[in-house]
């Protein structure tokens, strides 16, 4: 079985490299691997420096339109491997990277399974104390998976670092567009899942993550992901109690806290936002607001506070 690895990427030339370089001497026990790198909307000279350091050991593809799930899309058609690797591009793959996917395949032959590989965040002395902190959350999900946990949960199919036959997720339809940020990967697992799929833990799959998250592009992202897990628990009401959001529905001191963030609507981000552009390295304060932004997307996206209590008893029925 030859493998494609996709990697989509927007503007990020130097961190695409470094991931680039570690998985050019990935070799598997026939060939190499298919290396396609998806340029999404790049103006940063990403394909230039690509075709510079690496020639023709990688293809560099335009997306087909904007967005994440647009450029996977893009090159899951252009793949000639029989498995997509998916990765994201931040990732440092550790050797036996590509062999350890195949691997977990091959193991599984006759059953429908995506491999979700192991994906440490690289941290320094100097690392900022969200990259220690999501460091500590990365560890606790792989410890999910690999109790199997998660192994029919939406949330399991990490898009960072997950493979699945080309066949399989071109017959699926591939990755939803309407998806446009954040949470596209969980909504394939969710269709995979529910068409018989199994997520399979596989940490000899590894590759580091190199984070380019700041504490900006964080906040941003609560918002986008509030809307489309209201979205998820609409389109597939069995996975709630594997969204994040159900476990504020588990805790009564934790209902009461998004019920003041849901009361003041934005003046609680907005607040918190103020305070952390005096207190910047403080982590607390960076945690609420983008709990306080990301409660308050949710419930309005699900239309208010009765709807989204109404969501407790599905919540607590794992």
Not at 40 to 49: E, I, K, N, W
Not at 107 to 119: F, R
Not at 139 to 153: D, K, N, P, T, W
């Amino acid at each position: 079985m030859k493998a494609t690895v996709i990697i989509p990427t927007h503007n990020r030339r130097e961190w695409i490299g470094s991931t680039i370089a570690t998985l050019a001497a990935q070799i598997d026990v026939s060939e190499s691997p298919e290396l396609i790198v998806v340029t999404d909307r790049c103006t940063d000279g990403t394909a230039d420096m690509l075709r510079s350091r690496f020639g023709e050991r990688v293809r560099i593809i335009d997306s087909a339109g904007p967005g994440q799930p647009a450029a996977l899309n893009t090159g899951i058609a252009a793949a000639t491997g029989k498995l997509a690797i998916f990765l994201d591009d931040e990732m440092r793959a550790a050797p036996g990277f590509v062999a350890a996917h195949l691997k977990a395949h091959q193991a599984a032959a006759g059953s429908l399974v995506a491999v979700t590989g192991y994906s440490p965040v690289l941290l320094s002395p100097n690392s900022p104390p969200l990259h220690v902190y999501l460091a500590e959350r990365y560890e606790r999900f792989h410890r999910s998976l690999a109790s199997g946990e998660l192994s029919r949960a939406p949330s399991g199919f990490s898009g960072m670092n997950v493979s699945v036959p080309v066949d399989q997720v071109r017959n699926a339809g591939g990755f939803n567009t309407s998806y446009f940020f954040q949470r596209n990967d969980f909504e394939l697992g969710a269709r995979l899942i529910a068409s018989g799929y199994s997520i399979v833990y596989a940490p000899d799959a590894r590759a580091d993550q190199e984070l380019a998250l700041t504490a900006e592009s964080m906040v941003g992202r609560a918002e986008p992901r509030g809307q489309n897990d209201a979205r998820l628990a609409r389109e597939f009401p069995w996975s709630i109690p594997w969204l994040p959001f159900a476990a504020q529905l588990r805790s009564e001191s934790a209902m009461r806290r998004w019920h003041a963030a849901w009361l003041a609507r934005g003046a609680v981000g907005s607040a918190l936002g103020g305070l952390r552009a005096v207190r910047k390295d403080n982590l607390a304060l960076l945690r609420y607001e983008y709990a306080a932004r990301y409660a308050v997307s949710l419930i309005r996206s699900l239309g208010g506070w009765k709807e989204f209590t109404a969501l407790a008893p599905a919540a607590r029925s794992k």
